[in-house]
């Protein structure tokens, strides 16, 4: 999968909610009512992660998830950071976390 120029992350930014570019990753911070909350969306991100093959970095805080996605094997952003993007937007809408 080859890697995104910036004008196509620029646009496709545009279509995802709270998403951020920068240091070639895009980025989004979640929040949660309880730490539990955020530690069960991981859980459930990592599957689906896992069958993309393609891992976010995540910092765990007190009621907050930061995600970042890259290729670090491309060095920067493909279509499929946007696709995991996109999936964990799906998994926290669809969760049953309440949001603060």
């Given at each position: 999968m080859s890697l995104l120029s910036k004008t196509e992350i620029k646009?496709?930014?545009?279509?995802?909610?709270?998403?951020?570019?920068?240091?070639?990753?895009?980025?989004?911070?979640?929040?949660?009512?309880?730490?539990?909350?955020?530690?069960?969306?991981?859980?459930?991100?990592?599957?689906?992660?896992?069958?993309?093959?393609?891992?976010?970095?995540?910092?765990?805080?007190?009621?907050?998830?930061n995600l970042a996605f890259t290729s670090h094997d491309h060095g920067g952003v493909t279509q499929l950071c946007f696709r995991m993007a996109q999936e964990a937007d799906k998994i926290f809408l669809r969760g049953n976390f309440i949001r603060s």
């Amino acid at each position: 999968m080859s890697l995104l120029s910036k004008t196509e992350i620029k646009k496709k930014i545009e279509t995802l909610e709270g998403w951020n570019y920068t240091n070639n990753s895009i980025y989004k911070e979640y929040t949660f009512d309880s730490y539990m909350d955020g530690i069960q969306y991981v859980n459930q991100l990592a599957v689906k992660a896992e069958e993309n093959n393609h891992h976010p970095d995540i910092f765990v805080g007190w009621c907050e998830i930061n995600l970042a996605f890259t290729s670090h094997d491309h060095g920067g952003v493909t279509q499929l950071c946007f696709r995991m993007a996109q999936e964990a937007d799906k998994i926290f809408l669809r969760g049953n976390f309440i949001r603060s």
